[in-house]
């Protein structure tokens, strides 16, 4: 059965701080992973999403995340964040061929000035 | 291009009651997934419809059903409700062409149910 571990319901990071949100995958085939991200009252917005064409996946808004098989991790990262980053994010999965995408608890990022 | 659109975005209702809720998939899209999110399950998917026939199920109970019209709009009906049915109901809509794991979901921005 699929899975999804995020650790850290919340993490706290500077403003201009490396931003690192972990998340840990169990799938019994090669999985699609993704992540989206969710603002206040609104619903989820894919940042990227990684479909095995290669390990180290770009998204949008300066995000990134590396599909690391060894490890069952899928880790989102950006450089420098920004005030505007503040916000919920999830990390999910779903297996080649199937329909359901499973959900991580999600981690609320927030940024300090 | 509009994005994916559900009304209505707040709904109050009381146990016992049923509820419809409503979803417009981006123009062309062919499949529509519902979730439930609530603070202490998370998100959790109910169901997919793709060209008006279910797809695929979540472990829900079948107080929560489904359908999908023609046009790809899709209904979602929750009946008998519960006090812990108290959540936010996303749709998300995709092209469909391949299995849901391969294509990009466009969620809407939900619609929030109050059972009281």
């Known amino acids: 059965a699929q899975s999804v571990t995020q650790l850290g319901s919340h993490v706290s990071v500077s403003e201009g701080a490396l931003v690192l949100l972990r998340c840990n995958y169990s799938?019994?085939?090669?999985?699609?992973l993704f992540w989206y991200v969710q603002y206040p009252n609104q619903g989820l917005q894919l940042l990227l999403k990684?479909?095995?064409?290669?390990?180290l996946v770009k998204g949008i808004n300066g995000f990134e995340a590396e599909f690391k098989k060894s490890e069952t991790s899928f880790h989102l990262t950006k450089p420098s964040a920004h005030m505007s980053d503040a916000a919920e994010y999830f990390c999910?999965?779903?297996?080649?061929?199937?329909?359901?995408?499973?959900f991580g608890a999600g981690t609320r990022l927030f940024v300090k000035a | 291009k509009a994005g994916v659109t559900q009304t209505p975005r707040y709904l109050i209702k009381t146990r016992g009651q049923q509820v419809t809720l409503s979803c417009s998939p981006i123009?062309?899209?062919?499949?529509v997934s519902w979730y439930q999110q609530t603070p202490g399950q998370g998100l959790q998917f109910l169901f997919e419809?793709?060209?008006?026939?279910?797809?695929n199920k979540g472990n829900f109970p079948g107080r929560f059903s489904g359908r999908q019209f023609s046009n790809s709009r899709s209904e979602m009906n929750v009946s008998t409700l519960e006090l812990g049915d108290s959540a936010l109901y996303l749709c998300a809509s995709s092209l469909g062409r391949t299995a849901q794991g391969t294509d990009t979901q466009y969620f809407g921005p939900g619609t929030r149910l109050t059972v009281l």
């Open positions: 799938s019994s085939v090669p999985p699609y």
């Open positions: 123009s062309g899209h062919r499949s």
């Open positions: 999910a999965v779903s297996e080649t061929g199937g329909f359901k995408t499973i």
């Open positions: 990684y479909t095995s064409a290669a390990t």
């Open positions: 419809y793709f060209s008006e026939t279910q797809r």
